[in-house]
């Protein structure tokens, strides 16, 4: 999957390539995540999305669908009518919403939900977003950086100066979620962050099917391949070399001008 966001009609030329892959892992009978992306009319924004689903049966598969399209849909109708955090926030309740309301009609699909990592970006201002455990990465020329903070009962412990990061690492209970997309729970308020996207800089958005395996050393290493699309390939293929114990999701977001 790859799409290109160009602004070169414009005074400033700008330019981001955006591009993901998504594989069901070494393990997994089947695929519960889902990646997106969209650009918007005239190039007016862009859109990278990652959503990593869960429930019994084909639930996950399609709580991370329905998350997606639910976002996306909100974002064509409603950017620019608000501020970028607001219309955000709205997206990824109603996205909440519609998973627990199709969850109620359906016993297969009760206590589905997801986690999302996302960007949307206008030029070179970006809004990330996430809910769970998905996450965001800066690559530059400073190194790698984690944009987001996991939404998981072991992190929380750990902010709370109850564990080390040490010792979350190897916690059994690391991967349960504090916060995620439907699933049942309250509504999921998703942390918002802006960032001024450099020239030369990347951003990497994951699921945990690839964060839990592959280094950040080696994801920053990876993702600097000079083609987006070969970069987010390279990633899925590197958690799959490790293993592949989960379901993988990578988009590489670089803003080339």
């Known amino acids: 999957m790859y799409k290109l966001f160009k602004r070169n009609h414009v005074p400033g030329a700008f330019e981001v390539q955006m591009a993901g892959a998504c594989d069901p892992g070494r393990t997994r009978a089947h695929n519960e995540d889902a ?10 924004w862009y859109l990278a999305v990652v959503a990593d689903g869960m429930g019994g049966h084909n639930a996950g ?19 620019g009518t608000a501020d970028a955090a607001s219309v955000l926030t709205s997206a990824i309740d109603l996205a909440n919403r519609r998973i627990d309301e199709l ?9 589905m939900g997801c986690t999302l990592a996302l960007i949307l970006g ?9 809910v769970g455990d998905s996450r965001v990465y800066r690559v530059g020329p400073k190194g790698i950086h984690q944009l987001t903070v996991d939404h998981t009962m072991v992190q929380d412990m750990v902010q709370n100066g109850i564990l080390t990061p040490e010792q979350a690492a190897a916690h059994p209970y690391r991967g349960r979620l504090s916060r995620c997309v439907g699933h049942g729970k309250n509504r999921a308020l998703p ?4 960032l001024d996207l450099e020239r030369g800089e990347t951003l ?13 050393d080696e994801i920053e290493t990876l993702a600097s391949h000079p083609d987006a699309r070969a970069a987010a390939r390279r990633l899925v293929d590197a958690a799959n070399k490790a293993g592949g114990p989960d379901n993988i999701s990578a988009i590489v977001v670089r803003r080339v001008v």
Do not use: F, M, N
């Open 122 to 130: 206008e030029r070179d201002h970006v809004w990330i977003a996430h």
């Open 103 to 111: 969850a109620e009609t359906s016993p297969e699909a009760h206590g």
């Open 61 to 79: 598969e399609v709580a991370s669908a329905l998350a997606i399209s639910t976002i996306t849909e909100t974002i064509r109708e409603r950017y």
């Open 204 to 216: 990497v958005l994951c699921s945990d099917g690839l964060s839990d395996v592959v280094p950040p």
């Open 191 to 194: 942390d918002i962050r802006h």
């Open 35 to 44: 990646i997106g992306l969209e650009v918007g009319p005239d190039d007016g």
